[in-house]
């Protein structure tokens, strides 16, 4: 009489033998059961990355990235948003902002210059530009170009109009440099505003 626990030959059967049975024992109820699967979302792990929403878009991150001081990675943003976007009036303008914040003058100079010839309205554009000119010592250029932001925008920002004052105070007094630097305020989308501080 064969021992319940052995083969019919008298060994013990393969443990991997007894691993592929369980497992397809497993499968075997598993595709019985007509109910489909559903993840615990209320378990300790997040939920996968959802990829049927649209991404973010990159002039939106950029702005959150400008106002957080990380310049190369609004740069970064920016240059994205652009591929999709094409060189809107908006993202020149980010982009010539973000290389003010690295001290790349001449290139955020150049940039917003081309923002303010694409979008002549724009106030928050001239503002930024008088931003750059103030930092390359062109006080008196940027003066008028603050005057034009704060008509363009009726008065309403009291960034440019701050701008404007310490542009005129600069004018006024041009030996006074002390307390100048990081003062003067970028204008972002929606109107909101930062200090714009450069990397050394």
Not at 153 to 159: A, V
Request: hydrophobic share 40%; glycine share 8%.
């Amino acid at each position: 009489m064969t021992h319940p626990g052995l083969a019919p030959n008298g060994a013990r059967p393969n443990r991997k033998f007894k691993h592929v049975i369980a497992i397809a024992a497993f499968a075997a109820v598993a595709a019985c059961s007509s109910d489909p699967i559903v993840p615990d979302l209320d378990g300790p792990f997040p939920p996968g990355v959802d990829h049927s929403k649209p991404a973010q878009d990159g002039v939106v991150v950029g702005h959150r990235l400008m106002a957080a001081s990380e310049y190369e990675l609004a740069i970064e943003a920016f240059t994205r948003a652009a591929l999709e976007q094409g060189m809107t009036p908006e993202i020149l303008s980010g982009l010539g902002s973000a290389n003010l914040g690295l001290g790349r003058l001449g290139q955020a100079e150049s940039l917003l210059r081309r923002t303010v010839v694409e979008a002549p309205d724009w106030p928050t554009a001239w503002n930024n530009l008088g931003v750059v000119l103030m930092e390359r010592g062109k006080t008196a250029e940027a003066e008028q170009i603050f005057r034009k932001a704060y008509a363009l925008d009726n008065g309403e920002s009291d960034s440019i109009r701050d701008n404007l004052r310490l542009a005129l105070a600069k004018s006024e007094n041009p030996d006074n440099t002390g307390g100048q630097n990081n003062e003067y305020k970028l204008v972002q989308r929606g109107d909101s505003d930062f200090l714009i501080r450069k990397t050394p």
